[in-house]
């Protein structure tokens, strides 16, 4: 025979049980309900990680002269120390410095533009950047494309554009996730009117600078204003693609032509050649660069 203690429980447990039975389907009902709720709530609740990283942790760049800082600290020559992408240089302050501060620049940066190369050539740039497996990409191209011995030489607009997007989807083959930052253009007329100014700088660009809107650089005539104008509109047609192309790809950021609509002057260019970006415009290309990225909703 059970113990007093035993069916004392017993007891408790048959009327535990009977409660639970008047009760209990909508007490059950009402558990899972709220716990089914809950979790909605809370799904709802969290936000999903935001595609665009303000702060990416490393950098590698790709282009041309420009990012190559030609022609900002001699002539003829490279100066990597003060690309506005991964420059060290102090009064640069450039975009990899700025993200990622000194020490860590000098770490996890990496500058593989080329002097003189084209779009047809950033596939190939791209590819050697993904191996450092960078959490954004820098992309400056397309002057040299309109900088042709003459405007017929110039790269199609359809060329141009089947070129920015191979060397796109190399990038996203290697690497799905990584941001890509896409500066426009330079304005090549602009470069032209302000350093005409200079009588230097045109004998330099006798040299062969940028002949198709450098070159007669005093002639006003007919043809030499419609050469030009070819030239300005070629690169307008660039800028368009390369605003098309990033747009398809949701972690690609264009300067909305930031660094074409800038009004630079004489202090913005080289004081070797008068077409390349000074310290200065490299600070300049580096402020616009760092806007763009860091924006919160571009």
Known sequence: MPKRSHRLRAAHAVVAAAVLTAAGCDAAGAGASGGREAGTAAGRSASPAPVWNTRPDSIA?????????????????????????????????????????????????????????????????????????????????????????????????????????????ALRQALPKTEVYVSSVPNLKRLWSQGRTNALGKQVWKLGICPSMLGDADALDAAATQRRDTVQARVVEYNKVLAEVCAKDRRCRFDDNAVFDYQFGTKQLSHWDWFHPSRNGQARLAEIAYRTVTATDP
């Open 61 to 169: 760049a790709v282009g041309d002269s420009i990012t190559r800082g030609f022609d900002a600290c001699m002539v003829l020559t490279d100066c990597p120390e003060v690309s506005w992408a991964t420059g060290s240089d102090a009064g640069v302050d450039s975009l990899a410095v700025r993200l990622l501060g000194v020490t860590e620049a000098a770490q996890r940066s990496w500058n593989h533009a080329v002097t003189g190369s084209r779009m047809a050539d950033l596939r190939a740039q791209m590819e050697r950047a993904v191996l450092h497996r960078p959490e954004l990409v820098t992309v400056m191209a397309g002057a040299n494309d309109a900088c042709r011995d003459s405007t017929g030489q110039m790269t199609p607009v359809a060329d141009f554009r089947r070129q920015f997007q191979s060397a796109m989807t």
